[in-house]
């Protein structure tokens, strides 16, 4: 993996936390191909929800959480930006939705086989080292259980796309401090933390040139029962 390193036509990233902390307000409503893709991609992925305790890693203002929670028995989501996870937690007012405020390269707040569902939706840009995070979903998912991932995909990246938003007061385009991984470090990383890959999707726009690079790269694996 290595940075996105800011060149001199582009301004230097932002801290990751700070920078969701200014996009919160806006995240919603921002004109975002990204997060629209990957709302249709998480709601077409084969998860077994019904009954389900799910963790979410990374759950910004809670756009996916909110489709989880109607669905699963218990939701935990995570995130370390306060500003997020206030719009997140005026959404999904659910009872059995907790929103915790986490960075999730610190170990998990949660027990061994605690969860059936992880899932991290465009989180893991933002994140340097992902053996971490593959070990603390192998840790924390039952036998059989899942842990689906969907991201910016590694092409898209290696043509500079990176998490942007532009500030509407000032008018200025905020660069997230973001990392470049491979597809082959998704799927091997979780692999190598015990996983079995289930499935991978290379997702398009609806209306995208045959040529055009995939936006999302989603990863789905399973936790093998002993
Ligand atoms: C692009 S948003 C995606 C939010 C949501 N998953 C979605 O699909 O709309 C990325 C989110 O990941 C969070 N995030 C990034 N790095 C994180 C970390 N190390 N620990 C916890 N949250 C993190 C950010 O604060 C932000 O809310």
Redesign the pocket.
């Known amino acids: 993996m290595s940075e996105i390193a800011s060149t001199g036509a582009r301004p230097a990233p932002l801290d990751?936390?700070q920078?969701?902390?200014r996009?919160?307000a806006h995240?919603d409503d921002n004109e975002n191909a990204?997060?629209d893709l990957?709302?249709s991609v998480?709601r077409r992925a084969p998860l077994s929800l019904e009954g389900a305790d799910v963790i979410?890693?990374?759950?910004?203002?809670?756009?996916?959480?909110v489709w989880l929670a109607k669905r699963a028995r218990h939701v935990l989501a995570?995130?370390?930006?306060p500003g997020?996870?206030a719009s997140a937690r005026k959404r999904v007012t659910f009872a059995n939705t907790r929103f915790v405020q986490?960075?999730?390269?610190?170990r998990w707040p949660v027990e061994e086989g605690s969860a059936d569902v992880v899932i991290?939706?465009?989180?893991l840009?933002?994140?340097e080292v992902l053996d971490h995070v593959f070990a603390e979903a192998v840790r924390a998912i039952r036998p059989g259980g899942q842990f689906f991932l969907?991201e910016l995909h590694p092409f898209k990246q290696l043509g500079g796309g990176q998490?942007r938003f532009t500030d509407p007061v000032s008018g200025e385009v905020v660069l997230?401090q973001a990392f470049r991984h491979s597809t082959s470090e998704y799927v091997n990383g979780g692999i190598a933390a015990g996983f079995i890959l289930r499935n991978i999707g290379e997702w398009r726009d609806a209306h995208a040139a045959e040529d055009a690079p995939p936006r999302l790269l989603s990863v789905l694996f399973e936790s093998p029962v002993t």
């Open positions: 990751v936390a920078a969701y902390d996009w919160a995240y990204t997060r990957d709302a998480l979410e890693v990374g759950c910004g203002t809670g756009k996916n959480t995570m995130d370390f930006s997020m996870l986490h960075d999730i390269r610190d991290g939706n465009l989180v840009e933002h994140v969907c998490a997230v």
